[in-house]
């Protein structure tokens, strides 16, 4: 079946920088658009970034452009976000999810498939 497993989280200081990473399994990973989500207690799962099959197609929310980068290895069936200046504000439960298409995709509701979340804690 499909796993999506997240690593790389943790507690960090303000200005800092980590790199989640998501290894998938169980599926072809090049057929897959896959995207990052985060969940910060009492709020709403937000989008964070998302990456088409090959890469070349990306999505920031404005909240995290400029700061963080997303990619994605297909030969390791790998996908990252390197997550830079980090502000408190970035801290949450963070998901990545897969949809399979060739296409682009940002909406939670449009990826059937999810990891169980790596948590980043950003200290002041």
């Known amino acids: 079946q499909v796993q999506l497993v997240e690593s790389g989280g943790g507690l960090v200081q303000a200005g800092g920088s980590l790199r989640l990473s998501c290894t998938a399994s169980?599926?072809?990973?090049?057929?897959?658009?896959m995207g990052w989500f985060r969940q910060a207690p009492g709020k709403e799962r937000e989008g964070v970034s998302s990456?088409?099959?090959?890469?070349?197609?990306?999505y920031y929310a404005d909240s995290v452009k400029g700061r963080f980068i997303i990619s994605r290895d297909n030969a390791k069936n790998t996908l990252y976000l390197q997550m830079n200046s980090l502000e408190p504000e970035d801290t949450a439960m963070y998901y990545c999810?897969?949809?399979?298409?060739?296409?682009?995709?940002?909406?939670?509701?449009?990826?059937?498939?999810w990891g169980q979340g790596t948590q980043v804690t950003v200290s002041s």
């Open positions: 999810a897969a949809a399979r298409t060739d296409a682009l995709v940002v909406t939670a509701v449009d990826f059937g498939y």
């Open positions: 169980g599926l072809t990973f090049v057929d897959y658009a």
């Open positions: 990456i088409n099959y090959s890469g070349r197609t990306t």
